[in-house]
C-alpha cells in the first residue's frame, strides 16, 4: 500500500456541502425523470420515500469520521486491486449494456444520491438503466486514469473515490461529460455490492 494525503480540505469542505444540499432536497422530494443524454436521471413519482433523515445521518457520520481520522487513500495494494477489478467488471456490465449483469452489483438496499437530482433507490436505478439502454445512442464510461482512490472500512468492506468520464456520439460530435463519484462497497459472503453511491459534479 502506498498511502498519500489527499487534498482534504477542499474535498472536505464540498463534501459537506454536497451531503446538505441532498439532505434538504429529500425532505422535499415528490418525484423524478429520465434524461440520460445529458447524463441526468430523474424518475416518476414514488411513494416510497421514507427513511431518508437516517440514512443521511449514517452516511453523513461515516463521511466526517473518515476526515476527522485523516484516513490515508491507498492508491496500490490487495485491497485496492479488488475495489478496482470490481469497477472495471461493472462498468464493463454498464459499457456493454448488461442490465442484469450490472444490477447484480448493486445491493437490494441501494441508496444513491446525484447532485442535480437526488435520491433513487435500486428499483429506481434498475428502470433508469433499462431505460437508457434501449436509447440509440450508446454512453460509454471510462475511469480517468489514477484518479481512484479507496479507503478501508473496518468490519464493513470500503469507500471507493475517483472520476469518471461518460460519452456519447451526438449530431456526428463526441459529447464527453466528467464526474467525481464515491462508491461504497460492502463486502459479506465472499461478494462485493454496491450499498451506497454518490456522484456530483453535474450541470445544475
Known amino acids: 500500500m502506498v498511502p498519500r494525503e489527499t487534498d482534504s480540505l477542499r474535498d472536505s469542505v464540498l463534501m459537506y456541502k454536497i451531503i446538505t444540499y441532498l439532505y434538504m432536497t429529500s425532505l422535499r422530494l415528490t418525484g423524478l425523470s429520465l434524461?440520460?443524454?445529458?447524463?441526468?436521471?430523474?424518475?416518476?413519482?414514488?411513494?416510497?420515500?421514507?427513511?431518508?433523515?437516517?440514512?443521511?445521518?449514517?452516511?453523513?457520520?461515516?463521511?466526517?469520521?473518515?476526515?476527522?481520522?485523516?484516513?490515508?487513500a491507498q492508491t496500490s495494494g490487495p485491497l485496492f486491486d479488488e475495489i478496482a477489478r470490481q469497477d472495471s467488471l461493472q462498468f464493463a456490465a454498464f459499457n456493454n449494456r448488461d442490465l442484469d449483469g450490472l444490477m447484480g452489483f448493486f445491493d437490494p438496499t441501494l441508496e444513491l444520491y446525484q447532485d442535480n437530482v437526488g435520491v433513487r433507490h435500486y428499483a429506481d436505478t434498475k428502470e433508469a438503466f433499462g431505460d437508457l439502454f434501449k436509447k440509440d445512442y450508446v454512453l460509454t464510461r471510462k475511469l480517468v486514469p489514477g484518479s481512484m482512490e479507496v479507503y478501508?472500512?473496518?468490519?464493513?468492506?470500503?469507500?471507493?473515490?475517483?472520476?469518471?468520464?461518460?460519452?456519447?456520439?451526438?449530431?456526428?460530435?463526441?459529447?464527453?461529460?466528467?464526474?467525481?463519484?464515491?462508491?461504497?462497497?460492502?463486502?459479506?459472503?465472499g461478494r462485493w455490492t454496491v450499498t451506497r453511491e454518490i456522484t456530483y459534479g453535474h450541470r445544475m
Not at 51 to 66: C, D, E, N, V, W
Not at 162 to 185: A, C, D, L, P
Request: some cysteine; proline content about 5%.
Open 35 to 72: 434524461h440520460p443524454a445529458k447524463c441526468n436521471f430523474e424518475f416518476p413519482k414514488s411513494k416510497t420515500m421514507k427513511s431518508f433523515r437516517p440514512a443521511f445521518t449514517i452516511l453523513a457520520t461515516l463521511l466526517t469520521t473518515a476526515m476527522t481520522h485523516r484516513a490515508m
Open 152 to 189: 478501508p472500512i473496518k468490519g464493513y468492506g470500503a469507500i471507493e473515490t475517483g472520476r469518471h468520464t461518460f460519452s456519447h456520439i451526438e449530431n456526428g460530435q463526441q459529447v464527453v461529460g466528467t464526474f467525481k463519484f464515491m462508491q461504497i462497497w460492502r463486502q459479506q459472503d
